[in-house]
């Protein structure tokens, strides 16, 4: 028994000396300390096993309202933990169309991903055509309306650097009647289109009358 203590104090001790950097308010600490001592030897050992095999790892609670993290303890705590947190990125420029090193170092961090809509078999529609359109947007709506695109998925397209993806579904297709036409004929005669070659001085209705809309609430806007 006194062994599997001994145990504890030293596991303890090693936290608390990076969790009071990354959480002064030591709740963190405290928490890990209640896991521990709460423990008999065998959940201790699988505990450590566990921590040890990397299929568990230490974690950081930060209930809204009651702890609030700072971003510079954190980043002390990497530090202290001998953790490169900040890089160099090495990104492409569309203009030159050559990749370049950032000047500045970013904090690089391993996020989780989420899939942003369902794809099951059942949930997939496909519109008979594209002739109802809204009079207030110019999209495509009724039993022709066949996806959407949440603003997490315009997120990532942008940042994987997918302008022209983005202009097609958000201009285009997003009630643009002009610039889909072109598209449409372009598509049906040629079997392809260039989103280049549409017209840039059509607007999507849906934009015009949002702008409209809040003239009215004598909001200005540049619509």
């Known amino acids: 028994m006194s062994t599997t203590i001994e145990k504890k104090q030293k596991v303890l001790t090693c936290l608390k000396k990076y969790l009071m950097i990354a959480d002064p308010s030591g709740t963190n600490y405290q928490r890990y300390e209640r896991l521990l001592m709460g423990m008999n030897d065998l959940d ?3 505990w450590a096993d566990a921590l040890k095999n990397g299929t568990m790892k230490l974690f950081l609670l930060a209930p809204n309202m009651k702890l609030s993290l700072q971003l510079p303890d954190l980043f002390a ?4 933990l001998g953790l490169e947190v900040f890089h160099h990125l090495r990104l492409y420029d569309q203009s030159t169309g050559r990749y370049y090193i950032t000047p500045e170092k970013y904090p690089v961090l391993k996020l989780h991903v989420r899939r ?3 794809f099951l078999k059942e949930k997939t529609s496909t519109a008979d055509s ?3 359109i809204d009079n207030l947007t110019g999209q495509v709506t009724g039993a022709d309306r066949s996806s959407s695109v949440s603003n997490p998925e315009v997120q990532i397209l942008y940042t994987r650097g997918l302008h022209y993806t983005l202009l097609e579904f958000l201009k285009v297709r997003g009630g643009d009647i002009a610039s889909y036409g072109e598209f449409k004929r372009q598509m049906e005669e040629g079997g392809s ?3 280049n070659q549409l017209t840039a001085n059509s607007r999507a ?3 015009v009358i949002a702008g409209v809309l809040m003239k009215s609430m004598h909001l200005d806007n540049n619509f």
């Open 130 to 132: 594209d002739r109802t």
């Open 116 to 118: 942003q809509q369902q």
């Open 193 to 195: 289109a260039e989103i």
């Open 44 to 46: 201790f050992k699988k």
């Open 205 to 207: 209705r849906s934009a």
């Open 77 to 80: 705590a990497a530090d202290a």
